[in-house]
């Protein structure tokens, strides 16, 4: 096989630099990118890899001008992988409009921007990967991590939509869904986001328990017993893109890594069918009375995940 060229996100640390190490060890070619990489990653730049700066929150004007340049950097482009993102913990009362916003901004329209910007590259060679960095915690969203949940959430199905919406033009689709790993992804992104993500503790006192409670059950359950390696991450996500690439039936569009990430899927999966079964009754009472009791067959084949 050929070495393939990927547009990496978030390159400068954590998961995105592990991405880089394992795609250059695979014999692919990199461009690697991220706010103020070309300081940061300058120590890289050689024939197989490239260096752009790229802040998926900027406007969608700067993200089409750094994805031009990196695709001109080696001529083409195969495989994109969305990893850019952010969390910080927040009651959701007293989460400011530039807190959400910003969540927002890195983790579902960043990766929509970029991914806007790509495709008419891919479609002009009949072919490449998109790949998003997802989240188990978007299946069960925890207490004053709510805003990362949601995003993480939206960006899953967004890669859904994405992938029904590109079949048949050569382009796969796929989000990975990691469960917890050590990474720099709750560090703040600058000196601007100080005062957004360094008040994790709650100011209104009738969160403080339960906080603490929570906080308690990562520093003493989670943190010391996560199961996921950053190393081993990278390896499968991009062990797996790869072989997409020469596979008739591709990648399936959402893909589980991690025990702890599966579950939570699992359990979300199993309480959701217990809630819709007990609650079938209700609503079943919204129907006309007319109505066929069963989804149209058409809409279901629209909305499956399985094709």
């Not at 939570?264 to 009791?293: I, M, P, W």
């Amino acid at each position: 096989m050929a070495p393939l060229i990927w547009l990496i996100t978030g390159a400068t640390s954590g998961l995105g630099e592990a991405l880089v190490s394992r795609a250059l060890a695979a014999g692919d070619r990199v461009v690697a990118t991220g706010r103020r990489a070309e300081e940061r990653l300058a120590h890289l730049i050689s024939d197989n890899v490239a260096v752009v700066d790229l802040d998926v929150s900027a406007s969608r004007e700067h993200i089409e001008a750094q994805v031009k340049k990196a695709w001109e950097s080696f001529g083409r482009i195969d495989i994109l992988v969305n990893n850019a993102g952010v969390s910080a913990p927040k009651a959701i009362e007293e989460a400011s409009d530039e807190f959400m916003q910003h969540i927002f901004d890195v983790n579902v329209f960043g990766p929509i921007r970029v991914t806007q910007a790509m495709l008419p590259y891919f479609r002009s060679q009949g072919c490449g990967s998109v790949a998003f960095i997802g989240a188990g915690v978007a299946w069960a969203p925890i207490s004053f991590l709510a805003h990362y949940s949601a995003s993480k959430a939206a960006l899953g199905r967004f890669a859904e939509g994405l992938r029904k919406e590109l079949r048949g033009q050569g382009i796969h689709c796929t989000v990975f869904e990691p469960g917890g790993f050590a990474s720099q992804l709750g560090h703040p992104r600058g000196e601007s986001d100080d005062e957004g993500f360094g008040r994790y503790q709650p100011t209104v006192r009738d969160y403080a328990g339960l906080f603490a409670d929570t906080m308690e059950v990562f520093a003493n359950e989670v943190a010391p017993n996560i199961p996921g390696d950053v190393v081993n991450l990278a390896g499968v996500v991009v062990d797996l893109v790869r072989s997409s690439e020469g596979m008739a039936g591709q990648l399936p569009v959402r893909v589980v890594l991690g025990s702890d990430s599966l579950a939570l899927v699992r359990q979300k999966c199993k309480e959701q069918l217990e809630l819709a079964d007990g609650f079938e009754h209700v609503s079943r009472r919204t129907d006309r009375g007319d109505a066929n009791a069963l989804c149209y067959d058409g809409m279901l084949g629209l909305t499956t995940m399985l094709s």
